[in-house]
Structure formats: C-alpha cells, structure tokens
C-alpha cells in the first residue's frame, strides 16, 4: 500500500542544513496499526507530513496504492489527500466560525458532491462518534475531547485509506485522550490504515507496529507482540 | 466545488467578523455613494440644460450674418459682409424641406401704456414663431402672416410684461407705445420662464421690419429656420449654404444646426458628468485599499486554517477564489448599501432643493456596483494569492 524507499528531505535552518529525513525506506500493508516515536526533531511529523502528501521528498521515492506521488502535480496531490488521506491533528484545526456539522461537511464540499448527499453522510459520521447532538455547535461550544473526534470525523468522512495522527491527545486530558484513541482503533479495525506520530509511549506502545526515528532516521521497526490485539481485551 | 458552497462559505467569513466587515464595506458604500450622488447630480444637471435648450423645439437651423465659429450673434459686422435681409429669409423658405422661418431682430426699448413705462426686450419677427419656437400664445393670437414689409402695427405680449402694464386687466385691442410707435395688442404668450437668466416672459413682439426700423438696423441678427423631421441636417445647411452664398456671392453668414450645437453642449456636459464621477472614484479607491487591508489581516489570521483546507484537499485555485469571493463579497455589499444612500440620496436632494435637478440613470447605476465589485476581486487577488501559496506545514503550524 505504502513503499517508500530512500527518501530524504533537509530543511535550511538559519545557516544550517537540518536532515529531517535520511533514507527511509518503509512498506505499509493496507489496515495496518502504526506507531512512530522519537524524540523532538527526530523527523516523525516530517515523515507524516510525507506519508499525507503535504510534503515532497528531496530524493527518493514514495508509492501510494502503486501510484509514484512524485509524480503527481498540486492538484493530483490535493486530489489524493482529499480522497485516500485522513488528518488528524494534536491542534484539532476546526474552522471556529463553523459548526460541527459545518467543519466535517468541508472535504465533501471541496470534493463538489451535492447537498443533499453531503448532509446524509455528515449525519451518518457524526452518529458513529457519537456526536449527532453535537452537529450544530461551534468549535468553542466543544470539549476538547469533543473537537478532536468533530476532527476525526472530518478526517475520514471521506473514506479515505489512511488516516494520519499527530499527537492527536497532546492537547487533551487523559481521559479524553483515551476516548479519542479508541475511536481511533475502532476506525483501524474497520479496516483503515492508521498511523499514529506520538512521544508518549502508552499510546506508542498499544500500535501492533512500532517505528523508533533518532535524527530523521528509522533505527527500529517491530512487530509489537506484547500488545498485538491488545485492543480486543 | 459548487459555486453556490463558494458563495456560502464566502459569506459565512464575512458574516462572523460582523463589525470589521461592516466597517471594510463602508469604506466602499462611502465611495459608491459619492459616485452615485455626484453623477446623478452631474446627469440632472446635464439632462436640465439640454432640456433648456430643446425647449424652443428640435428641428432647427439658425443662420446669423457674418462668418464665425463661434455660436451667438454676430455684433461686429465685417465690411464686406452683406446684411441678412428680409428677401433672403424669404428666399430660405422656399428651400425644400423647410416648414417656416422666423427672420429675428431684437433690442431693448420702452414700452408705455397709460401712466406705465418699461424698459424690455422688443423681439422684431415673423408669424411662424409659435411653430418654430414652439411657445403659444396664452391670449388672443401671434403676429399674423403679413406681408413682411408692410407688416401692421400689432404686438403680442411676453406674460410678464402683460402683469407689469395691465394687471388684471384685458390687454387685447388696447394700444401700446414702444419707442416712438404705437402698437395694438393682439395677443399675450404663455409664460416660458427664464433661460440661462434670461427672462424670456419679460419681452414683446413685434414685425420685424418695424422692429428693425426702430432699432436702426440694416441686417436681421438671425433667421431661424424649422425644418420637416426626419431631415438630414447636414444635408439641408448645405443646400441653405449654397442658397445663400448665390445670393450674396461669399460665404458671409453663419448657419449652426441645433444638432450640432446640442452635440457640442452634450459632450462637454459628458464631461462634467465624467469629471463629478472620478471624484467620486477617488473614494472608491480608498475603500478598495481598506478592503485590501482587511484582507491581508484575514489571511494572516487564518493561516492555520489555510493549511488544513490544504491538508484535507483544497487546490490553491480553490483557496484562492474563497478570499476573492470574500473580498467581492465585502465589496459588493459595500456597493449596495452605497447605491441605496447615494441614490436615496439624490432623491432627498431633488425633493429638498427641487431647483438642484438629480438624475439617477440606471446604467450608472449597475455600472458602480459592478466597479465596486471589480475593485473587491482586485483587491482580493494579492492577499488571496499569498494564501493560495502558503506552503500547507508551515501553515498549519501558526497558530
């Protein structure tokens, strides 16, 4: 599903030249539970920021569902994160001037699809978070708890193959961080690929894979058997 | 994306920042208002004058001896000039196409009626001159169709000139004196009200040999001619031109159609109308700089939330047409609150000070309000271009 193989990427930093990324090579199954951990600055947000599109690679290649991203020009690309990607992010990022309902219905109206339909399907996501009496309320009307999973619901509204989480709990209390992850592992076992950038290691550790990255490098990739399936009991 | 999800989301920014966008479309209403307001003045202004000046009807040719360029009587009569007479008037009438002639002598004398003296315009002229000026008599008859030169002694009265001598009393039959001659009234002219100040009601009639005799003139100072609509103009002072110069051997005279001389007064009155309105724009101009601002500020503010548009799959021409929807959104809105005071405003004006004449033409006003909503898409263009070129992670990451 995913392939990507000698990627680098350096940012110009003051007078410096900073290696985000330094040959990643990675695959990813489709349905996969993902886990990257690392220090600060060791290039988990820029590889996410890869994986979702929002970033190319210097040198290197990346191939989503067989297709070289590389390639794609801008408007492919949005294309491709509109349809296939999912973000989540730690800030949540909702439009404040617009409702719940509002915030969610926004990929389907970039994507053009007609009112109608939109509202049904809005309707549809929210219920399945547990929102639907939450739709018509602004972003500061919400707990934060509430705001990420208006954001989780936006993010895979679209259906997409992937859904990608930036520190989604960083700005939440623990027990809201719990909620939002569980919904997070309910999306995964319906068969979206999730991967989740994280410092804290409980939530690192409950992915069945886990990446370590130091300095823009992956220097760990494994299989966690401790916790495979963790998420059934 | 639908246009009509373009629009909606457009409106909904402009609609949660409430006072700001209020204040930004002010700027522009305050623009669209002064244009609207001055050039409805400037239209009033301009469709009065015409107004003023087609009052003695349309289809008219007026020939002054002397050859200048300029329109107006002729005062300095050149020595190889041959006088303007009776017999060319005459002469012009038989030109086809032309319906009557109206040879005119005027000047200044005292006119007595018993123990009353006045001191007003004598017009010295023809029978034909309720067809051709298009003024009637108000009482009694105009100067009937005499032979020119042995023209009687009648007079018709301008009306104020009947208030003045007579009051309340019937003026018809009874004899006047102007100058040294008696005359007999035989009919008063509806009043016409003044001209560029001239008191057109404030003056008599009468033949114009007498009236040229009395004045000492050899020359008449102008013979109006009225021809058959749907006359080529042009056409027609070319045959009156060649009539003439026969008779006279040169060119000595000056023949301004009234098309000419309306179309002369109408472009400078465009002028006007056009000079009022970029007053106006001066202030539009400030409003687009305003929106200009509030936009740059918008796009500032909302970086973060560009960065996520991005990350859920807007193109940059999608994000860029939302701030130019915004922007044109703003404008627009300041456009219609302008049209609404400006035009308001001409009309409380043309009620308040009925002799200040507003007019407000349709065209204009369709025209401010697509100006309005142009300098909102030109205003809009730079801010949401450097929106549409954020780069989506640095985006993101403001906060």
Redesign the interface.
Same mark, same amino acid.
């Given at each position: 599903m995913i392939q990507l193989q000698g990627v680098n990427r350096e940012f110009p930093v003051g007078d410096e030249t900073v290696h985000a990324l330094r040959g990643i090579d990675l695959d990813i199954e489709a349905g996969e539970y993902l886990s990257i951990m690392g220090p600060s600055g060791s290039g988990k947000s820029t590889l996410l920021n890869m994986l979702g599109l929002l970033d190319r690679p210097d040198s290197g290649s990346y191939h989503l569902e067989g297709v070289d991203t590389t390639s794609l020009n801008e408007e492919n690309q949005a294309r491709v994160r509109r349809d296939r990607v999912g973000f989540v992010f730690q800030s949540f990022h909702l439009v404040p001037r617009l409702t719940a309902a509002a915030n969610v219905e926004l990929p389907l109206v970039l994507a053009g699809i007609e009112p109608a339909q939109r509202k049904a399907r809005v309707h549809e996501t929210l219920e399945a978070l547990g929102l639907e009496n939450r739709s018509d309320h602004r972003p500061d009307q919400l707990s934060g708890g509430q705001r990420q999973r208006v954001a989780i619901a936006r993010a895979t509204i679209m259906r997409p193959a992937i859904l990608l989480a930036d520190e989604p709990t960083g700005n939440l209390d623990k027990r809201s961080g719990e909620e939002v992850i569980q919904t997070l592992e309910t999306l995964n076992r319906q068969g979206i690929l999730l991967i989740i950038v994280t410092h804290d290691p409980e939530i690192g550790g409950r992915a069945k894979r886990m990446l370590h990255m130091v300095d823009g490098a992956i220097v760990d990739d494994r299989a966690n058997t401790e916790k495979a399936g963790a998420d059934e009991t | 994306?639908?246009v009509?999800?373009f629009i909606r989301?457009s409106i909904?920014?402009v609609a949660?920042h409430r006072m700001r966008s209020m204040l930004t479309a002010l700027g522009i209403a305050v623009g669209i208002a002064a244009v609207v307001l001055l050039t409805s003045i400037g239209e009033g202004i301009n469709k009065y004058v015409l107004s003023e000046f087609t009052q003695f009807g349309t289809n008219l040719i007026a020939i002054s001896p002397g050859k200048a360029s300029t329109f107006g009587i002729s005062g300095a009569i050149v020595n190889n000039v041959r006088p303007l007479s009776l017999d060319d008037a005459e002469a012009l009438s038989k030109i086809p196409r032309i319906q009557a002639v109206v040879p005119v002598v005027q000047g200044t004398a005292a006119i007595e009626y018993g123990k009353r003296t006045r001191h007003t315009f004598i017009y010295g002229t023809g029978s034909a001159v309720p067809k051709v000026w298009q003024m009637k008599p108000a009482l009694g008859q105009f100067l009937p169709d005499d032979d020119p030169r042995f023209a009687r002694p009648f007079v018709v009265l301008g009306s104020k000139v009947r208030d003045e001598l007579f009051g309340d009393k019937n003026p018809l039959g009874r004899r006047i004196r102007i100058g040294t001659e008696s005359f007999r009234v035989i009919g008063v002219m509806e009043s016409k009200g003044q001209l560029l100040g001239f008191d057109l009601d404030d003056a008599v009639y009468i033949p114009t040999h007498k009236a040229m005799a009395m004045f000492d003139q050899e020359s008449l100072m102008e013979v109006d001619l009225l021809y058959a609509p749907g006359t080529d103009s042009e056409e027609l002072s070319e045959k009156i031109k060649k009539s003439l110069t026969q008779r006279h051997g040169n060119e000595d005279f000056t023949i301004i159609t009234q098309d000419q001389m309306l179309e002369t007064l109408g472009s400078v009155l465009n002028i006007l109308t056009l000079a009022v309105g970029a007053l106006g724009g001066i202030s539009l101009l400030v409003g687009g700089v305003g929106i200009l601002t509030i936009m740059t500020i918008a796009v500032n503010e909302r970086t973060? *939330?560009v960065?996520?548009?991005?990350?859920?799959?807007?193109?940059?021409?999608?994000i860029l047409w939302l701030f130019i929807g915004e922007a044109v959104i703003l404008a627009s809105l300041g456009g219609l609150a302008g049209l609404t005071i400006g035009a308001g405003g001409a009309w409380l004006l043309g009620a308040a000070v009925p002799a200040l004449p507003t007019h407000t033409p349709w065209s204009y006003v369709l025209l401010a309000e697509s100006i309005a909503a142009l300098i909102g898409l030109a205003a809009g263009v730079v801010p949401a271009w450097r929106a549409a070129r954020l780069n989506?992670?640095e985006a993101?990451r403001a *906060?």
């Amino acid at each position: 599903m995913i392939q990507l193989q000698g990627v680098n990427r350096e940012f110009p930093v003051g007078d410096e030249t900073v290696h985000a990324l330094r040959g990643i090579d990675l695959d990813i199954e489709a349905g996969e539970y993902l886990s990257i951990m690392g220090p600060s600055g060791s290039g988990k947000s820029t590889l996410l920021n890869m994986l979702g599109l929002l970033d190319r690679p210097d040198s290197g290649s990346y191939h989503l569902e067989g297709v070289d991203t590389t390639s794609l020009n801008e408007e492919n690309q949005a294309r491709v994160r509109r349809d296939r990607v999912g973000f989540v992010f730690q800030s949540f990022h909702l439009v404040p001037r617009l409702t719940a309902a509002a915030n969610v219905e926004l990929p389907l109206v970039l994507a053009g699809i007609e009112p109608a339909q939109r509202k049904a399907r809005v309707h549809e996501t929210l219920e399945a978070l547990g929102l639907e009496n939450r739709s018509d309320h602004r972003p500061d009307q919400l707990s934060g708890g509430q705001r990420q999973r208006v954001a989780i619901a936006r993010a895979t509204i679209m259906r997409p193959a992937i859904l990608l989480a930036d520190e989604p709990t960083g700005n939440l209390d623990k027990r809201s961080g719990e909620e939002v992850i569980q919904t997070l592992e309910t999306l995964n076992r319906q068969g979206i690929l999730l991967i989740i950038v994280t410092h804290d290691p409980e939530i690192g550790g409950r992915a069945k894979r886990m990446l370590h990255m130091v300095d823009g490098a992956i220097v760990d990739d494994r299989a966690n058997t401790e916790k495979a399936g963790a998420d059934e009991t | 994306m639908l246009v009509s999800d373009f629009i909606r989301l457009s409106i909904n920014s402009v609609a949660f920042h409430r006072m700001r966008s209020m204040l930004t479309a002010l700027g522009i209403a305050v623009g669209i208002a002064a244009v609207v307001l001055l050039t409805s003045i400037g239209e009033g202004i301009n469709k009065y004058v015409l107004s003023e000046f087609t009052q003695f009807g349309t289809n008219l040719i007026a020939i002054s001896p002397g050859k200048a360029s300029t329109f107006g009587i002729s005062g300095a009569i050149v020595n190889n000039v041959r006088p303007l007479s009776l017999d060319d008037a005459e002469a012009l009438s038989k030109i086809p196409r032309i319906q009557a002639v109206v040879p005119v002598v005027q000047g200044t004398a005292a006119i007595e009626y018993g123990k009353r003296t006045r001191h007003t315009f004598i017009y010295g002229t023809g029978s034909a001159v309720p067809k051709v000026w298009q003024m009637k008599p108000a009482l009694g008859q105009f100067l009937p169709d005499d032979d020119p030169r042995f023209a009687r002694p009648f007079v018709v009265l301008g009306s104020k000139v009947r208030d003045e001598l007579f009051g309340d009393k019937n003026p018809l039959g009874r004899r006047i004196r102007i100058g040294t001659e008696s005359f007999r009234v035989i009919g008063v002219m509806e009043s016409k009200g003044q001209l560029l100040g001239f008191d057109l009601d404030d003056a008599v009639y009468i033949p114009t040999h007498k009236a040229m005799a009395m004045f000492d003139q050899e020359s008449l100072m102008e013979v109006d001619l009225l021809y058959a609509p749907g006359t080529d103009s042009e056409e027609l002072s070319e045959k009156i031109k060649k009539s003439l110069t026969q008779r006279h051997g040169n060119e000595d005279f000056t023949i301004i159609t009234q098309d000419q001389m309306l179309e002369t007064l109408g472009s400078v009155l465009n002028i006007l109308t056009l000079a009022v309105g970029a007053l106006g724009g001066i202030s539009l101009l400030v409003g687009g700089v305003g929106i200009l601002t509030i936009m740059t500020i918008a796009v500032n503010e909302r970086t973060a *939330e560009v960065g996520l548009l991005m990350a859920i799959g807007a193109r940059k021409q999608q994000i860029l047409w939302l701030f130019i929807g915004e922007a044109v959104i703003l404008a627009s809105l300041g456009g219609l609150a302008g049209l609404t005071i400006g035009a308001g405003g001409a009309w409380l004006l043309g009620a308040a000070v009925p002799a200040l004449p507003t007019h407000t033409p349709w065209s204009y006003v369709l025209l401010a309000e697509s100006i309005a909503a142009l300098i909102g898409l030109a205003a809009g263009v730079v801010p949401a271009w450097r929106a549409a070129r954020l780069n989506p992670i640095e985006a993101l990451r403001a *906060e």
